[in-house]
C-alpha cells in the first residue's frame, strides 16, 4: 500500500492496521474468527472484550504471547519462551508433576527472556538473564528480585 500524504512510510501500517482494528471492534457474528495462528483463534467477541478497558481473556493473552514468541525467532531479537496462560495455575495446582511437559521441547536455559501470565488480574512474571520481574496492576506492581 503506498501512502503519498503521509510523511512517514510507518504511518500507512498504523492506519492499515487502526482500520483492522476498527472493523474487528464492529459489528458481526461474535464467533467470526478474526485470526488464527499458535493453533488458536481470535473470534470477534475475544477482541470485544477488549473494548472499553473490559477485560483479557485467556484466548487474547496466549494469543498475544504466540506473537511475541514468533517474533523472537527473527534475527535481532532477543530468543523468548512464553508459557500459556494456564501454566502457572496448573503449576500451584499440581506442582512440577503437572507441568513438566510443558518444556520437554524447550531449552529454557537458552532463552534471554521467559514470559509467564498469571490470571490474578492479569499479572507478567518477567524472567531475563537471571533477574525476575513482576509486571500488574495493584500493589507492588513492579518488582524486582536478583
Sequence with gaps: MLCF???????CSFQAMEREVIAALGKGEPDEVMSSAFKLRVTRED????????WLNDEVINFYMGLVMER???????SVHAFSSFFYIKLTSGGYKA???WTRRVDLFRKDIILVPINLHWTLAVSQTGLL???????KASEKSH
Excluded: A, D, Q
Design 47 to 54: 477482541i470485544h472484550t477488549l473494548r472499553n478497558l473490559c
Design 99 to 101: 507441568v513438566g511437559r
Design 5 to 11: 500524504t503521509s510523511p512517514s512510510p510507518f504511518n
Design 133 to 139: 520481574f513482576r509486571i500488574g496492576w495493584g500493589e
Design 72 to 78: 523472537s525467532k527473527k534475527e535481532g531479537y532477543p
